[in-house]
Each structure stands twice: as structure tokens, then as C-alpha cells.
């Protein structure tokens, strides 16, 4: 299977790492579909603090999850976690997303899902008798903040871009939020090479990664996989005037997204960034520090907004 060309490894660059076995999925051509080690799903999940009170309205985090686009669930464990976490740690409300993953349902079906997300959000804050009632009753809707952590990064990203042709009030996003998000390219970056064999996300797994959520037939230096190709974004940007970006150096990926922070920052999005000097790629949801550090920059980003 191959649906886009890529540059192939460097001669010094080798990899014995089989990425179907490293994912621990089974890929059927015949169907363009996986079995997976899950199935189980939920449309969306919403946390709010285990301390909360109705004297304050919080703000609203809208979350999307990782796993190459291709893995995982608004609902699995680690997600659920990091979630209730958040929620309680950083005094705010969570919404965790569901949404259609690779590569039965190839990208841009995950932006479509997070989209329509928004839009939920929208007439629950619209339907004041009979909206959830968790958001009616704690959310203050005029800040809302979208976030996404690996894919979801991705995810959340797009989403923001595609919300530029919308009309979402009473509901604002002030911000976005991205953790290690997964951008990609035809060109290899250093950190790609340098940490080619990675235990995380080896190259060999990040280019299956790839070829199973674009549409067939491009390459990795699509808009949904590259965004230093998008030649609207100056049009789309209007809803990302402020940006948290963090990353960590031990990440394959972090080449790409210091690279992205720096090119908002030159498109006047207001951009913070926490570069970790060690780590590893989807560190925040299976190190308690690593997460507290987020938390905190995360914390800092959402309450600093004006």
C-alpha cells in the first residue's frame, strides 16, 4: 500500500522497526480498514472540577485526542485521565471529542467531526431551557479555548482554521492549545533523523501514519499534514489570535513544531511556547511532572487572556 511518494531514508539511516507490529494494528487493502486493539467509543465526554461550585461560570476547554489519527478514543483511559486532570487541576470545564479516525474515514473526516463539535457547543450555549446542563449550569461560553494533544493537535488546529467561515456566537475561542501537535512534511527535519529509531514515534511508524489518514493519492506536503503550504492562512487565522505551542526536544516532532510556533508568531498570533529540554512524545499523559508542567502553562495561558 502506498498512497503518496516520500523521500526515502538517508543510506546512514536504517530502521528494522516493523510499524504495523509498533502500532499493533492489522491492515486490510481490500477494505482500507484496521483491526484494532480498540473499538470501543463515545461521541463526547465533559468533565468539570470535583470541587466546583455554581458561584463562578469557568472557562471551557474543548479537547481532542491523540493516537495518529488512526488509535484511541474521547473514552479510553488515558485520555480520560489526563481529562478529569485537567478539569480539576486547572479549575475548568472539559469537553473530550470523539471523532472518526483513519483511515476508514480519512482526514479531512476528523476536522469535519471537530467542527461540528463547535457547533454543538454553539446551541447548547444558544438553548438556555434545555442545553446540557453541565455547560449551562458552569460554563462561561465567551471563553472557550481549543486544545489538542499529538493528532488532536492536528485536529484542533484545522478545526480553528475551518471555524474562520463560521458565525459561533454567542460562544469565543480565545485560544488555541497544542500539545506535541503531529505535523509532518515530505522533507525530513533533524530531530526526525536524529531520533529515527525512537521508541514513541519512529520515522517508519510516522510515515505509516500518514500514508493511513490522507486522502490518496498526496503526498506529506498536503495542507491537513504540512501547514507551511496553506496559501489562504492569513484568511484562516482569523480565529487563532493567541497560541500556546509545547514541545519537547526528545520528541521526533519537535523540529516541525517550533518551526510552526515561529511561523505565527510572524502572522501576528500572539504565540507562548514551553519547550521541554528532555521528554518524549505523548510524555503529558504517562508522567504526573511532565503533566504538571503543562498544566501550569496551560493554567498561566488560559487565565493571562484579556
Known amino acids: 500500500m502506498s498512497n503518496q511518494s516520500s523521500e526515502p531514508f538517508p543510506s546512514s539511516i536504517i ?13 486490510d487493502p481490500a477494505t ?10 463515545t461521541w463526547i465526554r465533559i468533565f468539570r472540577p470535583s470541587q466546583s461550585q455554581k458561584i463562578q461560570l469557568l472557562p471551557l476547554i474543548i479537547y481532542f485526542h491523540g493516537g495518529g489519527f488512526i488509535q484511541f478514543h474521547a473514552n479510553s483511559t488515558v485520555f480520560h485521565n489526563f481529562c478529569k486532570s485537567m478539569a480539576d487541576q486547572l479549575s475548568v470545564m472539559v469537553i473530550s471529542v470523539e471523532y472518526r479516525p483513519a483511515p476508514e474515514n480519512r482526514l479531512p473526516a476528523a476536522y469535519e467531526d471537530a467542527l461540528e463539535s463547535l457547533i454543538w457547543v454553539k446551541n447548547q450555549a444558544l438553548d438556555t431551557v434545555n442545553g446540557e446542563p453541565w455547560l449551562r449550569n458552569y460554563v462561561d461560553f465567551s471563553k472557550c479555548f481549543v486544545m ?20 459561533l456566537e454567542p460562544i469565543k475561542i480565545c485560544g488555541l492549545i ?28 510516522n510515515d505509516l501514519l500518514w500514508e493511513l489518514a490522507l486522502p490518496i493519492g498526496v503526498n506529506r506536503d498536503h495542507a491537513y499534514c504540512n501547514p507551511f503550504v496553506d496559501e489562504n492562512l492569513e484568511r484562516k ?20 513544531d517550533i518551526k510552526f510556533a ?23 499523559h504517562t508522567d504526573p511532572n511532565k503533566a504538571e508542567e503543562l498544566f501550569k502553562a496551560v493554567k498561566d495561558f488560559i487565565f493571562s487572556e484579556n
Open 237 to 256: 487565522l482569523r480565529f487563532i489570535r493567541r497560541c500556546l505551542v509545547a514541545c519537547s526536544k526528545g520528541d521526533p516532532l519537535v523540529d516541525r
Open 148 to 167: 489538542g494533544s499529538s493528532a488532536g493537535g492536528n485536529i484542533a488546529y484545522n478545526c480553528c482554521l475551518s471555524a474562520s467561515e463560521l458565525d
Open 262 to 284: 515561529k511561523m505565527l508568531g510572524g502572522k501576528c498570533v500572539e504565540v507562548m511556547s514551553l519547550v521541554a529540554e528532555s521528554g518524549f512524545h505523548g510524555m503529558t
Open 15 to 27: 530502521s528494522t522497526i516493523n510499524p504495523y507490529e509498533k502500532l499493533k494494528i492489522v491492515y
Open 32 to 41: 482500507d480498514s484496521l483491526t484494532r486493539n480498540s473499538q470501543n467509543k
Open 178 to 205: 497544542l500539545n506535541q501537535p503531529h505535523f509532518g512534511g515530505v522533507e525530513r527535519t533533524d530531530s526526525e533523523l536524529r531520533l529515527v529509531n525512537d521508541d514513541r514515534v519512529p520515522l517508519v511508524v
